[in-house]
């Protein structure tokens, strides 16, 4: 069985329809769509009358080969290097809940486990993932950005655990939140973390907290990478 990787996609919500038809025609098991909205310098959407972008993320667990397949339809499909078409990005995954949930994904048959073939794990791109308080992403983009970053995508979310932190760490946590997607090259990463930690972290209204994770290969960032 081969490696199972996730694919996170982000499309304009007036072409999130497109994006899922290339999905169901390359039979892709499992697609979970969630509404967000692209990061934009607050002056810019000022200057031309605009309010943030509109988006959708897709999310699937595909194989290596699926994941090939797709990155080359999005690009030659519908054309994702295009500027403000999407991005589309390959995340490996160390493990899965068993053999059910495997084959469910892959869309095959059981497997008793997933291959122990090693990943490559030097990438030259990472994805930051920070999770901040509900209306605080302007900041943090701002930090991110003076840091070295470029957009962003922000998702909502809903924060558990809230009661612990306040008994063990004596700090009252809300439990609306905003996660932020911002994909960065690798050598750029700490910086942009370190930038967000210290202007919107967790010392801030913020409350900033940030991880990274190895992107495998992408698609629709070849402006980004000129």
Do not use: W
């Amino acid at each position: 069985m081969q490696k199972m990787y996730l694919m996170l996609a982000v499309s304009n919500r007036r072409e999130q329809e497109e994006f899922l038809s290339l999905f169901t025609r390359h039979e892709v098991p499992r697609v979970f769509s969630v509404p967000c909205v692209g990061t934009v310098e607050p002056d810019t959407l000022a200057l031309l009358g605009l309010t943030r972008t509109e988006k959708v993320a897709h999310f699937s667990l595909v194989t290596r080969n699926k994941a090939e397949e797709l990155l080359d339809a999005l690009t030659n499909e519908i054309h994702i290097d295009l500027p403000h078409r999407g991005i589309a990005l390959i995340l490996p995954l160390t493990s899965i809940s068993g053999a059910v949930a495997l084959a469910r994904f892959a869309g095959g048959h059981e497997q008793d486990e997933m291959t122990k073939e090693p990943y490559p794990m030097q990438t030259d791109k990472e994805l930051i993932v920070i999770i901040c308080e509900n209306g605080h992403t302007d900041e943090v983009m701002q930090a991110a950005r003076a840091a070295g970053a470029g957009g962003g995508t922000v998702l909502h979310a809903k924060g558990t655990g809230t009661d612990i932190a306040k008994k063990f760490y004596g700090i009252s946590l809300a439990e609306e939140k905003e996660m932020l997607f911002i994909v960065a090259r690798a050598d750029e990463k700490r910086a942009i973390m370190e930038g967000v930690n210290e202007k919107a972290g967790l010392s801030t209204p913020a409350r900033a907290v940030s991880f990274s994770l190895p992107v495998s290969d992408t698609a629709g960032l070849r402006f980004f990478e000129k």
